[in-house]
């Protein structure tokens, strides 16, 4: 069974700071999303990433794959209150499934 | 486009009652997903389906059913429910895309079972 890891769990912060989450596994990816939650409401999708390396940027969020392709990372640059939620990444292992972390929980104080 | 949608939002059991959840999607997708959502467990997959008519089991699949009579629709069956299923409920879709794999979330199901 392929384990994703995030960190940190949880992060407050002030509006303004920038900050960046992990995601890892010891195995490698085929392809990783990071998807988006807030409170009642499903995951929605943020970004894939597939290539070894890539970095992909949306607005003040900048999302990097690793070399190796076994970790990721989510950089946001300025964060606003609107940043706030539950941050999660997915990793297809090279079957029908993703395999979810736990999310890191992120609020951003005005 | 609704996207995908879940039926119902809220419900409440009590141990031993039945229920079926259930999910459709409108994109035409052929891959469907069962998630639970546990505070600081994330998502956990509890049945998927490849195709019209085929499912299969992921992580936590013990006390629940699922069937996939047409594509657009998947519905996720509690036999007789335990306080252990009080969990939100995730249903997801996906394309046949092998490269990006990017799934659709519903709303969420919130059960309680007393």
């Known amino acids: 069974t392929q384990l994703l890891e995030q960190s940190p769990q949880f992060l407050s912060i002030q509006e303004g700071e920038n900050l960046t989450v992990y995601c890892n596994s010891s195995s490698v990816f085929s392809s990783l999303q990071w998807y988006r939650q807030e409170p009642g409401e499903g995951p929605v999708l943020l970004v894939t990433?597939?290539?070894?390396?890539e970095v992909k940027k949306l607005k003040r969020l900048t999302f990097q794959f690793g070399d190796a392709r076994k970790d990721s990372s989510l950089h946001i640059t300025a964060a606003q209150p609107g940043d706030t939620g539950l941050y999660l990444c997915?990793?297809?292992?090279?079957?029908?499934?993703?395999?979810f972390g736990t999310g890191t929980r992120l609020t951003i104080i005005p | 486009n609704a996207g995908v949608t879940q039926t119902p939002k809220f419900r409440v059991l009590k141990t031993g009652q039945s229920m079926t959840l259930l999910c459709a999607q409108d994109?035409?997708?052929?891959?469907m997903y069962w998630y639970r959502q546990d505070p600081g467990m994330g998502l956990r997959l509890i049945h998927y389906?490849?195709?019209?008519?085929?499912?299969a089991k992921g992580e936590v699949p013990d006390g629940y059913n699922v069937s996939r009579l047409k594509k657009q629709n998947f519905l996720l069956g509690l036999e007789s429910a335990a306080p252990s299923q009080t969990s939100v409920y995730f249903c997801?879709?996906?394309?046949?895309?092998?490269?990006?794999?990017?799934?659709?979330f519903g709303p969420g199901t919130r059960l309680t079972v007393t």
């Open positions: 997801a879709s996906r394309s046949r895309d092998r490269v990006s794999y990017e799934q659709y």
């Open positions: 994109m035409n997708h052929e891959y």
């Open positions: 990433v597939v290539t070894g390396g």
């Open positions: 389906s490849v195709g019209e008519g085929t499912t």
């Open positions: 997915g990793a297809n292992f090279g079957n029908e499934k993703l395999t």
